[in-house]
C-alpha cells in the first residue's frame, strides 16, 4: 500500500508539473478573449514540447514548426538556432521532455482515463511506434526541403497536413473566436480536423497513441535516449531481472530508458528492489543494466498502464 501511495503521489506532482508547463507555454490569456496570436518578443524563443505557435494563448514557438521553416529557409539561411536547441533540449532533457513538459501528451493522458476498455500494448505497437521515424523523415525533413528546392516555397508539410496540437490548440479557437475565418476552412481543415478527431478518439483506448505511432518531436528527442543527463536508468547490481518495469509500463519499452521511454518515473515507484535512479543519483553499484532488456511480456503477463 505504501509502494502505491508514493505511486500515486509521484503521478500527482507529474501532472501538476504538465499542467504548470501547459499554462507557462500558453501565458497569453487575452489571446483566447481576442482570438489574435501573440508575437511578442518572446515567439522567437522555442518551448520544449508540442505546443503550436498559432494557438492564441502561445507566447513561443514550437520547435517542431520552427524546425520546418529553418529547413525552408535553407540554403539561404542555416537552421542553426533550432538545430542548437534541439541539441541543448535533447542532451538535458531528452524524453523526459515528452513526460513532464508537454502539453499535448498531457491531454491524450487525460482522454485515456476515461472509462472503457483499452487496448493494451504488444509487438504490433512496438513495430508500430517507428512510424514516427517516416513521420519525422517525410512530413519534418523531405517536404519543407523538397518545397524550398523545387518550387521556392516554405511548407510546414506536418503543421500543413497532420501535426493534431495545430489543430486542437490553433484551428479550432481560432474558427470559435473569430468567425470571419470559417468561410476560408477548406478541405484541408477538414481533414485535420477529421484526423485530429480519429487520433484523440485512439487515445481513449490506446495510452498516449499520438506520442507512440505519430510524433515527430518524440522521435527526435528519442535519439537522445541513451546520453540525455537526465534520465531514469536501472542499478545493474539491484536488478534481478523481474521485467516489472517493463510489464507496468504503458508505454512500448524494452527496458527502463530506451527510445520508447516517455521518463515518466512510475517505475521507479514500482520496482521491488529499488534499483531505478534518476539522473545524476548513480548507485555505488559500478555495473549499469540500463541496457540490458528485461522479460518480455507476454500473453501471461500483468497488462495496463502504471497506476497514478
Not at 483566447?32 to 522555442?46: D, E, Q, R, V
Amino acid at each position: 500500500m505504501d509502494r502505491r501511495n508514493r505511486s500515486n503521489r509521484q503521478g500527482f506532482r507529474r501532472k501538476c508539473i504538465q499542467l504548470v508547463s501547459a499554462l507557462l507555454y500558453n501565458a497569453n490569456l487575452s489571446g483566447f478573449a481576442s482570438g489574435s496570436i501573440y508575437k511578442g518578443p518572446t515567439k522567437g524563443l522555442c518551448v520544449p514540447g508540442l505546443n503550436c505557435y498559432s494557438c492564441p494563448g502561445a507566447v513561443a514557438s514550437c520547435p517542431l514548426g520552427a524546425l520546418q521553416n529553418a529547413l525552408s529557409a535553407m540554403p539561404n539561411r542555416l537552421p542553426l538556432y533550432i538545430a542548437g536547441a534541439l541539441l541543448l533540449m535533447g542532451l538535458a532533457l531528452g524524453r523526459l521532455i515528452c513526460g513532464f513538459l508537454c502539453p499535448f501528451g498531457l491531454i491524450q493522458e487525460l482522454l485515456h482515463k476515461i472509462p472503457g476498455r483499452k487496448i493494451q500494448k504488444g509487438r504490433w505497437s512496438r513495430r508500430l511506434s517507428w512510424l514516427k521515424y517516416a513521420v519525422l523523415a517525410v512530413f519534418v525533413v523531405a517536404l519543407p526541403l523538397w518545397y524550398a528546392y523545387a518550387q521556392g516555397l516554405p511548407v510546414p508539410a506536418f503543421c500543413k497536413y497532420i501535426c493534431p496540437a495545430g489543430t486542437l490548440e490553433g484551428g479550432l479557437p481560432l474558427l470559435a473566436l473569430r468567425p470571419e475565418y470559417r468561410a476560408l476552412a477548406g478541405w484541408l481543415f477538414t481533414w485535420k480536423a477529421a484526423l485530429c478527431a480519429a487520433i484523440l478518439l485512439a487515445c481513449v483506448f490506446l495510452y498516449r497513441a499520438f506520442c507512440r505511432f505519430l510524433c515527430p518531436l518524440g522521435a527526435i528527442y528519442s535519439l537522445f535516449s541513451r546520453v540525455a543527463l537526465l534520465a531514469f536508468r536501472v542499478d545493474g547490481g539491484k536488478c534481478d531481472g523481474c521485467g516489472l518495469c517493463v510489464r507496468r509500463c504503458p508505454m512500448d519499452v524494452e527496458r527502463v530508458g530506451d527510445r520508447e521511454c516517455i521518463q515518466c518515473g512510475s517505475c521507479r515507484q514500482i520496482c521491488p528492489r529499488g534499483a531505478i535512479y534518476f539522473g545524476w543519483e548513480r548507485s555505488k553499484s559500478h555495473e549499469d543494466k540500463s541496457t540490458v532488456p528485461g522479460p518480455a511480456a507476454g500473453p501471461g503477463a500483468p497488462a495496463g498502464g502504471v497506476p497514478e
